[in-house]
Nanobody, 128 residues
């Protein structure tokens, strides 16, 4: 499985942005997918994660800093996971990465880690 992020760019505070994470080489159905970000000089932070589609509870999880503003979804038919970012803030600016972890146990995504497959990242800049 290889992952490729896209959708980053320059936005203003309050704008919306939708990031995509496309998997190639292997179906993502059996993978938990997470979105992470890292700003210059800061540690990598997990932003959101999503469990396999079959899981009915604990399916998504969000960092407190983005809860209520970001939504993670997945479309396994497109082998893609999305991160909808609304009402972005200056502090959301970072390089965003998606990551995947195989999960045959159907766990809540918050219980999964560490991730072993990573994309190259997409840059999000938030500036007024």
């Amino acid at each position: 499985l290889r992952l490729a992020e896209s959708g980053g760019g320059l936005v203003h505070p309050g704008d919306s942005l939708k990031l995509s994470c496309v998997g190639t080489g292997f179906p993502i159905d059996n993978y938990v997918i997470g979105w992470f970000r890292q700003a210059p000089g800061k540690e990598r932070e997990e932003v959101a994660c999503i469990s396999r589609i079959e899981r009915t509870d604990g399916k998504t999880n969000y960092a407190g800093s983005v809860k209520g503003r970001f939504i993670i979804t997945r479309d396994d038919t497109e082998n893609t996971v999305y991160l909808q970012m609304d009402n972005v803030k200056v502090e959301d600016g970072a390089t965003y990465y998606c990551a995947a972890q195989l999960d045959f146990q159907l766990r809540p995504c918050a219980a999964v880690g560490p991730y072993d497959t990573w994309g190259q990242g997409t840059q999000v800049t938030v500036s007024s």
